[in-house]
């Protein structure tokens, strides 16, 4: 997860990298809601861990920004979409994740 949130330098030590992840992961997780108060839930990290475990870890150096994008864009239909986002629904969404991060067979 760290390699996917990394998207520039940070300047300083532990502690400010420390925060600029977690900053990273609520911007994540928020999807672009104008939200007074917003608490990570063990939901959210279920979703990302169901999007994360199947990709190899090259594919996950080599495409990381994609990644992060992609990653943003499932959490914003998740949040946002009027419709109601449904299990087929998010189902449907990470089979075409993982195909497209998916590293082809030789």
């Known amino acids: ?21 977690g900053n990273e992961l609520n911007l994540l997780f928020k999807a672009q809601r104008q939200v007074r108060s917003f608490r990570r839930t063990k939901q959210d990290f279920y979703i990302l861990w169901r999007l994360l475990n199947p990709l190899n870890l090259e594919m996950v150096k080599s495409e990381r920004l994609k990644i992060k994008q992609d990653l943003k864009n499932i959490f914003y239909d998740l949040r946002n979409t009027s419709e109601s986002f449904t299990k087929d629904l998010f189902r449907s969404k990470a089979q075409e994740f993982h195909e497209k991060y998916a590293i082809n067979p030789r």
Do not use: P, Q, S, T
């Not at 997860?1 to 992840?21: A, P, Q, S, T, W």
């Open 1 to 21: 997860m760290k390699l996917i949130l990394l998207d520039r330098n940070v300047e300083g030590g532990k502690e400010e990298l420390d925060k600029f992840y």
